[in-house]
């Protein structure tokens, strides 16, 4: 059995699962992330004392813990560097978590477990050339290549939300502009439509209380109100432009989408996105490409953290990339 911690920049995911992917038992709660690294940390690790508390039986059959943060994330130290959605500064979880529960955990970057997850666990399992994109709060990625992760040299890659696709565009949270993160996350979106009702605009947006976001904006788009179709285009648009990027440098075999934006308007995205790149990037690197939606939901990082504390275990991680090219497709969630 295996413990997963998927720390979000709004929420954290915990689980307690078996190997092949059956998920025991559960938590979830608000990050509050303005209470800083040490209140977040102390209640991770209460979580996981919670989830423990079945009995020495289970505890004896953990064979691992799974911790996925948000980056930037170093490696192989896995210190939390500058990290925009947490607000924390060099923080090493590793060292933290281990004082307080005494054991290491596999600490990895959140976009980094999702590609591992979507790799093991995902539709079209074993995928040599996999990328992964997360659209929700912000943008991030994760990049397998010959079916390794690949993390660079500091453990900084795949930051494509921070590529920019838009110049002298929205000012992102990394201090550049017109960053993707800036223009098509959750986020931007819900500025979009705060900005519209500014103006006296977007009013098929605006039909209940509260604040408007990515859910209010889908469901007026799908009843055909223009300004938020409007918006839906602008956002197919600028990940049209970072995912024909990513298609002609990488030549992946699939790409995968996921986050709540992803999930949520995946009848609004996929198929104008899926048009937009394979019209727009080199006819070669179009002829295998397939972009999907993962369907492994919110879970997916969870089940990055089975698949890579269970295969460090029993490989010792030395495990070569595997022979072949071809991805195992697989109809619904099996697992290896
Ligand atoms: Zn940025």
Not at 14 to 27: K, T
Not at 115 to 143: A, D
Not at 309 to 330: F, H, L, Q, W, Y
């Amino acid at each position: 059995m295996v413990v997963c911690v998927d720390l979000g920049g709004s929420k954290v995911l915990m689980a307690v699962a078996m190997a092949e992917g059956q998920f025991l038992r559960r938590l979830k709660f608000p990050t509050q992330s303005e209470k800083g690294p040490e209140d977040i940390l102390d209640r991770i690790a209460a979580g996981v004392q919670e989830m423990l508390k079945a009995g020495a039986e289970t505890a004896d059959r953990i064979v691992g813990i799974g911790v996925a943060t948000p980056g930037p994330l170093s490696f192989p130290d896995t210190v939390v560097w500058d990290s925009p959605n947490l607000g924390w500064n060099r923080v090493n979880i590793k060292e933290e978590m281990k004082a307080r529960l005494g054991w290491e955990p596999l600490v990895e970057k959140d976009t980094n477990m999702a590609v591992l997850g979507e790799y093991y666990f995902g539709q079209m399992q074993r995928c040599q050339n996999l990328l992964y994109i997360t659209v929700s709060t912000g943008i991030g990625g994760g990049i397998m290549l010959g079916g390794q992760l690949y993390r660079g040299q500091n453990g900084g890659a795949g930051e494509i939300g921070h590529m920019v696709v838009a110049s002298g565009g929205r000012i992102c949270g990394c201090g550049r502009q017109g960053c993707l993160e800036a223009q098509a996350s959750g986020t931007a979106i819900a500025q979009m439509a705060k900005e519209l009702g500014q103006e006296g605009k977007g009013q098929g947006m605006f039909s209940g209380l509260g604040t408007v976001g990515a859910k209010e904006v889908g469901e007026a788009a799908r009843r055909g109100d223009r300004e938020a179709r409007t918006i839906v285009a602008q956002v197919v648009d600028y990940l049209g432009i970072a995912l024909g990027n990513l298609v002609n440098i990488f030549n992946p075999e699939k790409i995968v989408l996921g986050g709540a934006v992803s999930l949520g308007w995946e009848d609004l995205l996929l198929e104008p996105l899926r048009e937009r790149v394979k019209a727009e990037v080199f006819p070669l690197n179009a002829r295998d490409l397939q972009i999907e939606v993962t369907r492994l939901g919110e879970d997916v990082v969870l089940y990055g953290c089975i698949a890579e504390v269970g295969r460090r275990k029993t490989e010792g991680g030395k495990r070569k990339a595997e022979d072949g090219r071809s991805c195992i497709r697989v109809d619904s969630t099996n697992f290896f």
